[in-house]
């Protein structure tokens, strides 16, 4: 089967830098993907990876792994708004714009 | 603006309804697509559309249909054949060559 795997939670305190990590076992793969969605609301795109390295966007980075079916999502400089649910999303199969996603971390910040 | 809406953003039915939701977009965007999502979980593919008149299904297509016969609509039908439909669904949209879907605020759907 095809699945990608988030750690259920993280917890971290405003400042600090936390990583969320995804490792993926698709049939295909053509790209990461990075979600958050804030409770209640619908989920907004903060970055792709189609390959190795690492992608920088303000607070937000994001790092790719082929080799080893492995992303993180990094988030530097914590702050309360950041609380929310992430998820990755692996498009996993060429000619299709079908999209697998992950079963999404849950990061609280800490005042 | 352009965007992507749902309506209603919550909807009550008596179990045994089918029921619909609605789904548009102004984008001009090629793909659309419908998520369940359940209390702490992720988001699971119900159907997906790339182009006008056709349509894929998902992970978890048993209970539902749908149509595509405008490019800014893509209608969700949850029928009676769905065993749990109560959920929070997401349609989204995405331009052929990009990488980045949007999504509408979602329906909470509650089955009584």
């Known amino acids: 089967g095809q699945s990608l795997e988030q750690p259920s939670e993280v917890t971290a305190v405003e400042g600090a830098i936390v990583q969320i990590n995804c490792t993926y076992q698709t049939s295909g793969f053509y790209g990461l993907s990075w979600y958050q969605q804030h409770d209640g609301g619908a989920p907004t795109f903060l970055s792709y990876?189609?390959?190795?390295g690492l992608e920088e966007t303000g607070r937000f980075s994001s790092f790719l792994s082929r080799s080893d079916s492995y992303g993180y999502l990094l988030l530097q400089e914590l702050q309360m708004k950041d609380s929310a649910s992430y998820f990755c999303?692996?498009?996993?199969?060429?000619?299709?714009?079908?999209?697998?996603f992950g079963t999404g971390t849950r990061l609280k910040v800490l005042a | 603006d352009g965007g992507i809406t749902q309506s209603p953003k919550y909807l009550f039915r008596k179990e045994g309804q089918n029921v619909t939701l609605s789904c548009e977009q102004n984008?001009?965007?090629?793909?659309m697509y419908w998520y369940r999502q359940d209390p702490g979980q992720g988001l699971r593919l119900i159907y997906y559309?790339?182009?006008?008149?056709?349509?894929q299904k998902g992970d978890i297509a048993e209970g539902y249909s749908v149509s595509r016969e405008k490019k800014e609509s893509f209608p969700l039908t949850v029928t009676s054949a769905q065993k749990n439909p109560t959920a929070f669904y997401l349609c989204?949209?995405?331009?052929?060559?990009?990488?980045?879907?949007?999504f509408g605020p979602g329906t909470r759907l509650t089955v009584l």
């Open positions: 984008l001009n965007h090629d793909a």
């Open positions: 999303a692996v498009r996993a199969t060429s000619g299709t714009y079908k999209y697998i």
């Open positions: 559309s790339q182009i006008v008149n056709d349509f």
């Open positions: 990876n189609a390959l190795d």
């Open positions: 989204a949209s995405l331009l052929a060559g990009n990488n980045e879907q949007f």
